[in-house]
């Protein structure tokens, strides 16, 4: 299997009508320390650009289903601030998905991986007849002090006011000076208790998507939601979610199906509610209709500004379907609105990866390390950049830190595999790229990672048993969405390489024609082109590449690209 830089890059590249009024009347309030705040200034002490962390809430008891509970209590409170967040006041919420995979559990630790300064911590107790939640607004950082602490019962039957009573709580604490516009903010759409609870316990389960059983229990307890409340919107909004999650772990596309049935579903029952149409952007995204996910994207963003799996959701979809240049701007714009979060230059970061722009990319997230030191995702992909633009001293070093916070992440591992199979050490290579297949089996370019190792050491049964197994599961993720351009030129690149020139031909020219913009896309169509025996098609490919943005430098070194270093086309494009 030849390989070029780009071939590298591609490895690294591919290495988640509300009518119930809010009745605040409690059980009994066991302690009030946030009495003395006044409407609209909050506790003292507070910044001025505020990144808040909601940390996991510790449950009492701690079964399963009790801690995935409060997880999704917690998730339910992130969402609700960013919902909440005056205009003009700066307030940046981290996702608790983020909180979750960093796995952060302690204000020092939302300091260091979140660039977090302030977080919101506590607890959930369940007892028989009641449940009682205590929050505490603190600062981040080495020496976390309380800035304002309240606990508060409620009886079984009114847990129904949880969200808008702990929102409120918080939103006290933050200055927030609430007005009646808000008061379908503080709600969840649902008048069932019990549809509460399974809804806040699904929520807690898809926050741990990676797990496969976890999935599994996510869609279970929405599925009860809606037995409860077969009118609750968003629990039908995010069991699409969860159906989606499970497709990408199965590629199993009876999924999307069902993906489809409840995301249309929820938008029937209440088109008003942001994350319903973040639901169907990521749903058209994954079936390659990109028209629609923009358009719903949109429609998320528009309902709720202040979204971020809006904005990401647009973005993804604008880079998918060519529009680079909106893609970017739309990065940009979530990097300006929030200055002090890490994840707006590390999605900027990772879109200017995807685009060759490897400079860029290692100065974007430069920032986010910056901004959030103790981060594991920023250095690998700090790492990543380095790689791809030949700084192999900056990237082994931004991988050593990557190890140290996060040992256990699998990708780290396939980019020094890749690095050690560039410096002749094919054996070292090859069983790290296996370490890193078992930790993901479905992702075909880890699979053509395998075969690159077998390759080296000349081992051509098991290169090719590699390249069949990539083809496998590229071809499933094409049967989900044929439109994927990457997935298609991924396709193209392993049908070349078994010899199957005419499926490898087909493959690439269908991925030129969906992605004629995308610089890495047209770049490895030309090699595929090339490596089959069509010269002008090859040449087209490079002269759109170029065109979009990538550099003829590596041409000269690419193997593919052997047949034609003498051709004046050629000659042509890289002396423009």
Same mark, same amino acid.
């Given at each position: 299997l030849r390989r070029s830089r780009r071939a590298?890059?591609?490895?690294? +590249?591919?290495?988640?009508?509300?009518?119930? $009024?809010?009745?605040?009347a409690v059980v009994g309030v066991v302690a009030l320390a946030v009495v003395g705040i006044r409407a609209g200034e909050g506790a003292p002490g507070l910044p001025d650009d505020i990144v808040l962390a909601i940390l996991p809430l510790t449950p009492r008891p701690d079964g399963s289903d009790d801690r995935a509970f409060s997880d999704g209590l917690a998730e339910m409170l992130a969402?609700?601030?960013?919902? /909440?967040?005056?205009?003009?006041?700066?307030?940046?919420?981290?996702?608790?998905?983020?909180?979750?995979?960093?796995?952060?559990?302690?204000?020092?630790?939302?300091?260091?991986?979140?660039?977090?300064?302030?977080?919101? @911590?506590?607890?959930?107790? +369940?007892?028989?007849? +009641?449940?009682?939640?205590?929050?505490?607004?603190?600062?981040? %950082?080495?020496?976390?002090?309380?800035?304002?602490?309240?606990? !508060? $019962? /409620?009886?079984?039957?009114?847990?129904?006011?949880? +969200?808008?009573?702990?929102?409120?709580?918080i939103a006290r604490m933050l200055g927030f000076d609430l007005t009646e516009p808000h008061d379908a903010s503080l709600t969840l759409g649902t008048g069932d208790v019990e $549809?509460?609870?399974?809804?806040?316990?699904?929520?807690?389960?898809?926050?741990?998507?990676?797990?496969?059983?976890?999935?599994?229990?996510?869609?279970?307890? !929405?599925?009860?939601?809606?037995?409860?409340?077969?009118? !609750?919107?968003?629990?039908?909004?995010?069991? %699409?979610?969860?159906?989606?999650?499970?497709?990408?772990?199965?590629?199993?596309?009876?999924?999307?199906?069902?993906?489809?049935?409840?995301?249309?579903?929820?938008?029937?029952?209440?088109?008003?509610?942001?994350?319903?149409?973040?639901?169907?952007? /990521?749903?058209?995204?994954?079936? %390659?209709?990109y028209p629609l996910a923009m358009q719903h994207a949109r429609r998320a963003l528009g309902l709720e500004p202040a979204s971020l799996t809006g904005a990401l959701a647009l973005a993804a979809a604008q880079e998918a379907s060519g529009d680079v240049v909106g893609a970017e701007q739309t990065l940009r714009a979530v990097a300006e609105q929030n200055p002090s979060a890490w994840t707006g230059p590390d999605r900027l970061g990772r879109f200017y990866f995807g685009q060759a722009r490897y400079e860029e990319a290692a100065a974007a997230f430069e920032r986010a390390v910056e901004l959030a030191p103790g981060n594991y995702? $920023?250095?690998?992909?700090?790492?990543?950049?380095?790689? @791809?633009?030949?700084?192999?001293?900056?990237?082994?070093?931004?991988?050593?830190?990557?190890?140290?916070?996060?040992?256990?992440?699998?990708?780290?591992?396939?980019?020094?595999?890749? @690095?050690?199979?560039?410096?002749?050490?094919?054996?070292?290579?090859?069983?790290?790229?296996r370490q890193a297949l078992a930790a993901d089996s479905s992702n075909h370019v880890l699979w053509r990672n395998l075969a690159s190792g077998y390759s080296a050491l000349g081992d051509e049964d098991g290169r090719r048993v590699a390249l069949r197994g990539a083809v496998r599961r590229a071809t499933a993720a094409l049967a989900v969405n044929p439109n994927d351009a990457d997935a298609l030129a991924a396709l193209a690149t392993y049908r070349q390489a078994l010899g199957e020139d005419r499926a490898a031909a087909s493959a690439a020219r269908r991925a030129q024609a969906l992605a004629p913009a995308s610089p890495t896309v047209q770049y490895d169509v030309a090699r595929v082109l090339a490596l089959v025996g069509d010269a002008a098609g090859a040449l087209d490919a490079l002269a759109a590449a170029q065109a979009a943005g990538h550099s003829m430098d590596e041409v000269g070194d690419d193997d593919a690209f052997e047949s034609l270093q003498s051709h004046p086309g050629l000659t042509s494009l890289q002396r423009e």
């Open positions: 590298l890059g591609r490895r690294l +590249r591919q290495s988640r009508a509300w009518q119930a $009024a809010i009745a605040l969402s609700g601030i960013t919902e /909440l967040r005056p205009a003009g006041r700066a307030l940046w919420v981290a996702p608790v998905s983020e909180v979750k995979d960093l796995r952060i559990t302690s204000a020092r630790q939302a300091a260091a991986a979140l660039g977090a300064n302030l977080a919101v @911590m506590g607890s959930v107790q +369940r007892e028989p007849g +009641r449940l009682t939640l205590t929050l505490n607004l603190t600062t981040a %950082g080495d020496r976390p002090r309380i800035l304002a602490s309240q606990t !508060f $019962a /409620l009886a079984s039957t009114d847990e129904g006011q949880l +969200r808008g009573r702990a929102l409120h709580t $549809a509460q609870r399974y809804y806040l316990a699904g929520l807690g389960y898809l926050d741990r998507d990676e797990d496969a059983a976890d999935l599994d229990r996510a869609v279970d307890q !929405f599925q009860q939601a809606i037995r409860e409340d077969s009118t !609750f919107a968003r629990a039908y909004a995010k069991l %699409g979610q969860a159906y989606l999650a499970t497709y990408k772990t199965t590629r199993d596309s009876a999924w999307v199906r069902r993906a489809r049935e409840v995301a249309e579903r929820a938008e029937a029952l209440d088109p008003s509610i942001a994350e319903v149409h973040v639901t169907l952007s /990521l749903l058209h995204h994954a079936t %390659g209709a995702k $920023a250095h690998l992909g700090r790492g990543g950049a380095y790689q @791809m633009a030949g700084a192999l001293g900056r990237a082994r070093e931004a991988y050593e830190q990557v190890i140290t916070l996060r040992p256990d992440h699998y990708a780290v591992y396939s980019n020094l595999a890749t @690095m050690h199979l560039d410096a002749g050490r094919p054996e070292e290579a090859l069983r790290v790229y």
